[in-house]
């Protein structure tokens, strides 16, 4: 039994990210078996690993069981078939071994104890192992973040362009594309076509209520017309205006006078008759291009190759924050900066000179100090191509005087005259920023639940978290019961909705998960977007709610409010994943044991038989028989428990059961105790179906000799004295010694209702 309990103790089991952080704190290497929930840990190494640290004997060197499935440090090794053993000490990963390797496992981990003993006595330093495996994902990962930064291909915004009929049957079509060329269109498509009188009342239907609209009809209708696909530029958006302005007034006389050059007044004749038509929108365009050319293939947009994304931090100071908080934040967003982090929040007098302790020694650390404590400030974490360097460029000097000189920086548009510091802050390199986000914006936990109502629409929702830069350290698909529900949402319990709520909760699968990030909080109850999905598409149309609400009931998602609700939660919802988990490990382990137990069955009555106090009736038989009933008793015996027991009964002779030592009394009282609790077979007696105790029954001395000293022993038979025998142990000492051994034996464990009055307390 002690051999079990150390089994199971020679690998800590780390099952979360608490935990995993605790066991980091080893003192010495660490190895660690990473698995996946589906797939458990190695078995096959744990007599390895045993045998290792027992010939070592090193007190540097741990072992443990890591499950990735809800640690967060270790998402990368998620999904891999082969088992994986990561070696930490410090904190740091020191080395990585891939499979079952039994040669490699032990070189690697005799060469790191080897390493752990020089970092600790002070002839090395800890270094950092990096994964090359997971360097490679890593870089991977940042390869496809850059891919899809750059801009998607965008076709050019295109304009159909009509020659009408008569301007065709006056052969001006070349000379009216060689004017659309000389002014910088780009002439896509073009081909004739004969309109049917169908396609034309569609194409002019927004003017059938004119009264010429017949008289159009006819004419579009009357011989083939000359259409194009044009474009203009790079991007195609100054197309339509320049289109429209080339074409002329509608009437062809008022053209003449107004725009002599434009293309109605050199090739119309009135206002029907104008040789030309041109969309004056964009949605004008976009209509008739699917109307006359469905499947064309536009050009696309010139692509510039973006720079290399950054973050920085600004802060806006108290007074300028107070004073133009809101126009700093629209010029901030006006320069294409992406506001990915934003939080306002009233530092205290320690956090402001934890945030500048650099500048302890200049003569402006306290005004700085006194500046930053003096009200809220607004801390941003800033994106773009080049972000620390195009924000400290808009800036300007840190020095007030040198700013007024040059007006167009920001320290100087919002300057505070009564303030003695600028009023505005910048990191100075990607470590700094790195730093400043990282104080102001420390990566938090936040509970973020996907509802029934969006659940066939988890994939797509769990994708926009990722690309909003969370990652889900946890996960776990649940269907609620109703008190689960009413439990979650115990603070809205006197709220109306509240049975609504719980009865939709409860109506389908519902997914949990614990997303991980800076500012989690904040950051998901923003990407979530308003409660009310309709308000949510006018506020934030591209925010989950908006995107995938029904209502505000059937919203999509919940997210936690606060940093303290959060933990209430994700400890409410996971807790009990986590108790499941460490019973179902129990289990396992028990299951294990009894295994082994299965193994030694025909072993344990000898062993338990070798380690007990001589019986009553075998004193009596040693009397008698001597040597003979002796070698009898021990014949079906294992060796090694023979030689035991012979032993044994030699000390016995010598040495009464109730002189024993206190150390060893003590000793064999932890013993019992241990059987009493792992040990069925030393259970207290059992009723038999008819709820009565089972009738007495003839006991061997070889069973008798099986059971526990720490049952009881009568005094009788602690002396071998016969005064006390009972009329079971008379009627068994007449019969022969061979015979006890075939009679049937009561269960282990079971004591007869008359032995039972003359045992005494174990010793």
Not at 413 to 422: P, T
Not at 581 to 592: G, K, M, N
């Amino acid at each position: 039994m002690a051999k079990k309990k150390q089994e199971v103790a020679l690998q800590k089991e780390i099952l979360n990210d608490e935990q995993w952080e605790k066991e980091l704190e080893h003192n010495g290497i660490l190895v660690i078996d990473a698995y996946q929930k589906w797939a458990g840990p190695c078995k096959a190494t744990v007599a390895l690993f045993r045998r290792v640290k027992n010939e070592l004997g090193d007190d540097l060197l741990g072992f443990a069981v890591a499950e990735t499935d809800n640690i967060s440090a270790l998402s990368f090794y998620r999904g891999k078939c082969k088992p994986t053993f990561l070696f930490y000490a410090g904190g740091k990963l020191q080395s990585v071994v891939r499979s079952c390797n039994a040669p490699a496992l032990e070189r690697t981990i005799q060469e790191q104890l080897t390493k752990e003993h020089k970092v600790q006595s002070g002839d090395a330093e800890r270094a950092e192992y990096v994964d090359p495996q997971l360097e490679a994902q890593r870089q991977a990962e940042e390869d496809a973040r850059l891919e899809a930064l750059k801009p998607k291909p965008v076709p050019k915004t295109c304009s159909v362009f009509v020659i009408k009929p008569d301007a065709v049957e006056a052969g001006h079509v070349e000379e009216i594309l060689e004017k659309l060329r000389e002014n910088g269109m780009e002439i896509v498509k073009s081909e004739e076509k004969q309109l049917t009188e169908e396609e034309t009342r569609e194409m002019y239907k927004v003017h059938e209520e004119e009264p010429w609209f017949e008289e159009l009809i006819e004419l579009m209708t009357g011989g083939p017309c000359h259409i194009a696909i044009v474009t203009k530029g790079a991007t195609g958006e100054e197309v339509i205006p320049e289109l429209r302005k080339l074409v002329g007034p509608t009437d062809a006389e008022k053209a003449k006078e107004e725009d002599p050059e434009s293309l109605r007044a050199l090739y119309g004749t009135s206002k029907l008759v104008n040789g030309v038509h041109a969309a004056d929108s964009k949605e004008q365009a976009a209509n008739e291009l699917a109307f006359f050319f469905p499947n064309a293939d536009l050009p696309m947009q010139e692509q510039k190759e973006p720079g290399k994304l950054q973050r920085t931090l600004a802060i806006i100071r108290p007074d300028a924050y107070r004073e133009r908080g809101e126009e700093i934040l629209s010029q901030i967003k006006a320069s294409g900066f992406d506001v990915a982090l934003q939080k306002e929040l009233h530092l205290t007098r320690e956090q402001a000179e934890g945030f500048y302790a650099e500048h302890k020694d200049e003569p402006f650390f306290q005004m700085l100090v006194d500046n930053m404590t003096s009200g809220p400030v607004l801390a941003l974490g800033l994106a773009r191509e080049d972000a620390i360097d195009r924000w400290r460029g808009m800036l300007g000097p840190k020095e007030k005087e040198a700013a007024q000189e040059n007006p167009s920086c920001l320290r100087a548009q919002f300057d505070v005259e009564a303030a003695q510091v600028n009023q505005l802050h910048g990191s100075d390199s990607p470590e700094a920023a790195e730093k400043e986000i990282e104080f102001f914006f420390p990566k938090e936990k936040t509970l973020a639940v996907i509802k029934p109502n969006a659940m066939n629409k988890k994939e797509e929702i769990m994708a926009r978290i990722r690309e909003a830069g969370f990652e889900v350290s946890s996960q776990k698909e649940s269907h609620l019961t109703k008190e689960m529900a009413e439990s979650f949402y115990g603070e809205h319990a006197d709220k109306e909705f509240f049975d609504q709520l719980v009865e939709f909760m409860s109506s389908g699968d519902t997914l949990f998960m614990v997303l991980t990030r800076e500012d989690a909080v904040n950051e998901f109850r923003r990407l979530a977007g308003n409660k009310d999905p309709e308000a949510a598409k006018n506020e934030a149309p591209d925010s989950i709610r908006a995107m995938f609400g029904d209502d505000i009931l059937r919203n999509a998602v919940h997210g936690s409010s606060t940093v303290e609700q959060a933990f209430e939660k994700i400890s409410k919802v996971f807790d009990d994943e986590q108790k499941r988990r460490d019973s179902t490990t129990a289990s396992l382990h028990e299951a294990s044991a009894e295994g082994d137990e299965e193994k030694t069955e025909d072993a344990a009555p000898a062993e338990e038989a070798a380690t007990a106090e001589p019986s009553a009736q075998q004193q009596e038989d040693k009397k008698e028989e001597g040597e003979t009933t002796e070698e009898a008793t021990t014949e079906d015996k294992p060796e090694d428990a023979t030689e035991d027991a012979e032993q044994k009964t030699a000390a016995d002779e010598t040495s009464p059961a109730e002189e024993q030592k206190p150390d060893e009394a003590k000793a064999e009282e932890q013993t019992s105790e241990e059987n009493k609790t792992d040990e069925p077979t030393t259970e207290e007696p059992k009723d038999n179906e008819e709820g009565e105790q089972k009738p007495e029954e003839p006991v061997s001395p070889e069973a008798d000799a099986t059971k526990p000293a720490d049952e009881g022993e009568t005094k009788a038979e602690e002396t071998g004295g016969d005064e006390t025998k009972t009329e079971d142990e008379k009627t068994a000492e007449d019969k022969p010694a061979t015979e006890g051994t075939e009679g049937e034996k009561p269960p282990e464990g079971e004591t007869k209702p008359e032995d039972k009055k003359d045992e005494a307390p174990a010793s």
